[in-house]
């Protein structure tokens, strides 16, 4: 597909190659043995329409097009695909991967990798986010030259500050010389990936295949490795189409065994000493958890210290409803901790300080004097200087360079080896103290999500009960963030598992949650889980073609609406702005809002042949039309349920 809003190709070239086609399409069959050499032209076209019959006598002559039956080198590409494990490949058309796009469907069979039609080159990359949230690994996105590129960049931003692993390839024509006249030479690049550079981990452009071979290797070796991020390889047009030349010296490189980065044991002897000799410490976790085994490591570094966990969500590092998780009760902890420990926090400095939005700006830190403060993050290893994902620099007393989730259990094994009989007793106390406190938490949400039960808008404490209550006895996974419905479903549900929950966006992007969604729900279908998005009103707009593609591809999800018909962030935003210029808050809704008309998605999602339900505004209709839709889900299919909300 060529990509542009000109036409490059005029009518008068449009018919000629219309003319030559029919010629091919009524030549006789050439055996594939005899394919290697120009096919016969077969008899002249008897054209039925003037206009064509004139253009194709006065055109000048077209060379016909030389078939091959020799493997092409985007062949050779999908072995080494195949090889690397990507069971998919997510794409929006484009002409730049023509022939690793038909290699991909022909000589791969559509399987390991299989091909995913996405309608928006974001929505593919958000996809491979969310597929590697739950699955642990990348899948495959091609992106049609720059112009692919341009669209997809907000997603590998998001992925970028993440720290989520995604594998692009880049279809491009780099020598000029070959390049088809017009849209061909617009949608090239000399260096394109340049525009992205500051924001992925690695990227090449390989001149042969043997190159592309261990650069392919390469990259997805580097991608792995904490910290994971995504990593571009270009697929030159002329290397995907030309046939093979010394198929017999090309191989695949080794896939390694990949071990992530291990603190140094001084420095994890010491933290060690700090955590067990400490009256008060709290963990503090954000992206520690990359597998199921790092939330098993945090419990049991908690449990052995007796400490409580304050987690962010990063990813889910510690269950919901253990006795030790006091996610909500962040800031009276760590005001009187007295050693913080820090595993894979995004900003550690606003952890341990409270910042004032004024007209004057100021901050205070949190944190009691004398207070000891470790952090272990891979995030040490690798920093760029343009994107200022790297938060405010925080001032701690031991900074572990290296992978927390590795890093742990070298970490419990410390603290168990400086336990004493004395330090049991104090640790066990806390902890008894610990769970009369987690309980008292869980008894303040459900009071604190009674209120407003029955409003109009529907409240999004009910919203997030109600789908619990359908969903709590499956095996079911929560595809999107919480955040914007006050992350009431961290704070009722039993979140017990790492796929549970796949945590917030990274780069806060409009438009990462639908197909983010739709990628985790694809990682989840092989397992037979239940996938559930609370889905944004406003990012679904930003790409509603993601519908169409759960549609097509039968990947089951249920996208529940939270509609509040705002972009209600920037509401409260433009009403603090207000306040602040003393012109009062009523025109805040002015550029914010999505009302007349109102959108109605269960329409929307209808019409991409998705199941749609709503919009719903009674409280007491929510659940019917839940065990509807679930119903649908469950059966393999996607289904919607728009459901008008209040703001947060």
Known sequence: MTKSGKAFVSRRRFLKSAAVGAAAAAAPAVGAARQSSRASPGPAPQASAPLMSRRAETAPPVDDEALTADRPGSDFM?????SLGLEYVCANPGSSFRALHESIVNYGGNAGPELITCC????????GHGYAKIEGKPLGVMLHGPVGLQHASMAIYNAYCDRVPVYLILGNA?????RRPGVEWVHSAQDVTAMVRDFI???DVPLSLTHFAESAVRAYTIAMTPPMMPVALVADGELQEKPIEGAGDLRIPKLPVMTPPQGD????AEAARLLVSAENPVLVTDRAARTPA??????ELAETLQAPVVDQWGRLNMPTRHPLNHSDAAR???????VVLGLELTDFWGTINAYRDQLNRTSRPTTKSGAKLISITAGDLYARGNYQDLQRYPEVDLAIAADAEATLPSLIEAVKRLLTDGRKRVFQERGAMLAAGRRRLLDQAREAAAYAWDAHPISTARLSAELWAQIKNDDWSLVSDAAFVSNWPLRLWDIDRHYRFIGAGGGYGVGYGAPAAAGAALANRKHGRLSVAIQNDGDLMYAPGVLWTAAHHRIPLLSLMHNNRAYHQETMHVVRMANRHQRGATRASIGTTLTDPNIDYAKVAQGMGVHGEGPITDPKDL????RRALAVVRRGEPALVDVVTQPR
């Open 623 to 626: 659940g019917p039309a839940l």
């Open 174 to 178: 780099l020598d000029a010389a070959s």
């Open 294 to 299: 790092g939330v098993a490591l945090v419990v």
């Open 332 to 338: 009276a902890l760590i005001s009187g901790a007295d």
């Open 78 to 82: 999908v072995d080494i695909i195949k």
């Open 265 to 268: 044991a001084a420095a994890v």
């Open 201 to 203: 981990k690695w990227d």
């Open 120 to 127: 928006h080159e974001e929505s593919s990359v958000a996809m």
